[in-house]
Every structure is written in structure tokens, then in C-alpha cells.
């Protein structure tokens, strides 16, 4: 049985003290009224023109550049107060140890008559205070809605309050455990698993946990869902990172399959402010464009999106490596997307028994 691997870093699954940090931004704009000034607050830019790619960190990275938000400029004072009040509902989440999802934020608003006009603007509020304190939102308590999963052995122990001390093997529950802020922070305490395989869409992960997937490989099958959320991400990175488990990412056929496989890789220039939510050395295994014509599945025509969405892949610095360079050629050239799902024209176990062995083993 694999045990975390022990070292004199500060685990991933430790949080930081974002309350901390938020009663230090707090003082601050305290400070600033006491001596006569009007508040501001500086944060990172998240503009495009301040977003690199870290060859070094294999992510995208914020640049140097700052922005200030003061209460002395008229155009400031919205965004300057929906931030302030956000710390400290933040701060209230974190010292209470409460959470609450990004949903939840924007209706509370409403109880202290904050105005956000929908919550896309809340949610952008949000990770402006990430990038003010440097403490990611889920250091704070706030997380999306659950909708992943994962399913396989390994035996957690829980540290939210209440729970502090029980242990549980997801193998326990037959359609998985969802990925939640007490799984995303839990202690590893064993696992046999020699793997991670993300699955894109909850229909296979089923037929996997049917299947015996996680016994026949040796796996810790988890549900991305779609798009991963941060949390899911976040623990993808931890099983990588603390077990040293190799991540296995299988994701529809098409522009949008693989740019969640990169996204998991190598993040996205949305969370540039964030780290700990990328697993650089995982691999996408699948569907690849290749396999479609060599398999010969069932396929629809690419749309005109589908096809604008591979010229911008073919530019982005994260897919510069010779396997995405040439599945997105081969994308153009036959100009055919196919789902997970296509293989069951050979049976509904035929991507277990024959497709996901072939195409472990030539992406290890």
C-alpha cells in the first residue's frame, strides 16, 4: 500500500491562513482612513497583456504589473466596495469555518445590501481578493458547485470540522464520492492504486467503476465532469504530487476534449494567480484524432467553432509538443470529432478490454 510521500515542504492539502491575510488587508485600508487618505487597495492585473506562459513553471503565470482600486476615484468606488465586502464576508466564512459556493456569495450579497448585477460580476469580485491576498478562493471557504467525482482505493482522512479523525475508502460509495471541499482537503492515509485515469464524462466513469476499471488497473478513476473545477484539479495535483500516482486523462475526440486534458496539464490563463492546480506531467491518452480514423469510430463534421477553436489551440505556447501539434493537424485534415461513447460500436466493454490497455501503455 502507497503512503504520502513525506518531505519538508508545506503539504498541498495544508490550506493557508487566508484569515490571516484578509484581516491584514482589512487593517490596512483601516490604517489608511485613520491617516486622512481614501482606501485603496493594489492587486496583481489579470489583463491579457500581463498573462505569460512559465516554460519553467509549464503554466501561465501573472507579470509584474499592478492595478490600483481607490475610493477616491469615482469609478473605483463600486468595484473598491464589492471588494472590501467581499473580504469580509471571506473572512467571516474563514473564521467561522464555513463554506460557501460561488452562488451562495452572490445572493448573500443581497442580505447586506451589497449590488452585484448577476454573478458573473460576483465571481469576478472574488478573484480580484484572490490576487489581493494571494490565498486561492478556496483558502477562503468559497468553492463552485460540486459536480465531479472519484472512485477507487484509497482511504482519506477527514479534517473539516466535525469530522476531524474518520476514514474512508472511496470505494465505498458504487457511483463515487463527490469532490467537495472535506475531499479536497482530507489527509491520504493508503492507497494500492499505481495510477489516476480522469475521465471526461460521468457515463464512462460508470461503465469504468462497472467494469472493474480501477481492480483491472490498478487505478483512482476520477470524474472531471466536463471541465474540471479548481477543486478537482487541486486533487488530481495532491494524488500526483504526495502519492507520485501518473495521471491518465481520457476526454472526447475533438478541440474542446483536449483543451480540458491541457487544462489540468498546464491550467488555464484564468487561474494564472493560482497554484497547485496543474499536474504538468500528465498525460492525455485519448480520444485522439488518430484514433477516430484508426479505429474508424462513428463521427460528426467539425463545426466552424470547432475548427476556429483548433487555429487558436495550434497558437497557444502550451500545445507546442509534437503529439497535440499533430492531432490538431489531423483534426483539420479529416475534419471529424467522435465521443468516448463511439467505441461502443464494438461493444459495450470493448474500451475497457481492448482501447484503454493500449492506450495506457503507450502513453506511460
Known amino acids: 500500500m502507497k503512503e504520502p510521500r513525506k518531505d519538508n515542504n508545506v503539504s498541498t492539502s495544508e490550506k493557508k491562513d487566508a484569515a490571516t491575510d484578509l484581516q491584514s ?22 489583463s491579457t497583456e500581463n498573462i505569460y506562459y512559465s516554460p519553467e513553471l509549464r503554466q501561465y503565470i501573472l507579470g509584474d504589473r499592478k492595478v490600483k482600486r481607490s475610493a477616491r476615484n469615482i469609478r473605483h468606488i463600486r468595484p473598491f466596495t464589492q471588494l472590501v465586502w467581499t473580504a469580509f464576508f471571506a473572512h467571516k466564512l474563514s473564521t467561522q469555518r464555513k463554506t460557501s459556493t460561488l452562488r451562495d456569495v452572490y445572493y448573500s450579497a443581497q442580505a447586506y445590501e451589497m449590488s452585484f448585477k448577476d454573478q458573473s460580476e460576483s465571481d469576478n469580485i472574488i478573484t480580484d481578493l484572490e490576487t489581493a491576498i494571494g490565498s486561492a478562493r478556496e483558502d477562503f471557504n468559497i468553492f463552485p458547485e460540486e459536480r465531479s467525482a472519484v472512485f477507487g482505493d484509497i482511504t482519506i482522512e477527514y479534517t473539516v470540522p466535525g469530522y476531524e479523525g474518520r476514514q474512508m475508502n472511496l470505494t465505498s460509495h458504487p457511483d463515487g464520492l463527490m469532490v467537495g471541499p472535506a475531499l479536497t482537503y482530507s489527509e491520504f492515509v493508503k492507497t494500492s492504486a499505481d495510477k489516476v485515469i480522469a475521465i471526461e464524462k460521468g457515463g464512462l466513469f460508470t461503465r469504468f467503476i462497472e467494469e472493474n476499471v480501477h481492480k483491472k488497473h490498478n487505478a483512482l478513476l476520477v470524474l472531471t465532469a466536463g471541465q474540471a473545477p479548481r477543486a478537482t484539479r487541486h486533487f488530481i495535483h495532491r494524488l500526483n504530487k504526495e502519492l507520485e500516482l501518473p495521471v491518465y486523462i481520457l476526454t472526447d475526440g475533438d478541440p474542446w476534449g483536449m483543451h480540458i486534458a491541457m487544462v489540468i496539464i498546464s491550467g488555464s490563463a484564468n487561474a494564472a494567480h493560482v497554484r497547485d492546480l496543474t499536474t504538468p506531467d500528465a498525460k492525455w491518452s485519448g480520444v485522439w484524432a488518430s484514433d477516430i480514423v484508426d479505429y474508424k469510430l462513428p ?9 476556429k477553436r483548433l487555429h487558436e489551440l495550434q497558437r497557444d505556447p502550451r500545445y507546442k509538443d509534437d503529439l497535440w501539434q499533430r492531432e490538431i493537424k489531423i483534426f483539420m485534415k479529416i475534419r471529424k470529432k467522435a465521443e468516448q461513447e463511439a467505441f461502443s460500436r ?4 470493448y474500451i475497457v478490454d481492448e482501447y484503454l490497455p493500449s492506450k495506457l501503455e503507450e502513453t506511460k
Open 346 to 349: 464494438y461493444g459495450l466493454t
Open 25 to 46: 488587508l482589512g487593517e490596512g485600508l483601516y490604517k489608511q482612513m485613520e491617516q486622512g487618505e481614501f482606501p485603496w487597495i493594489k492587486i496583481p492585473s489579470r
Open 299 to 307: 463521427s460528426v463534421p467539425l463545426t466552424e467553432i470547432d475548427i
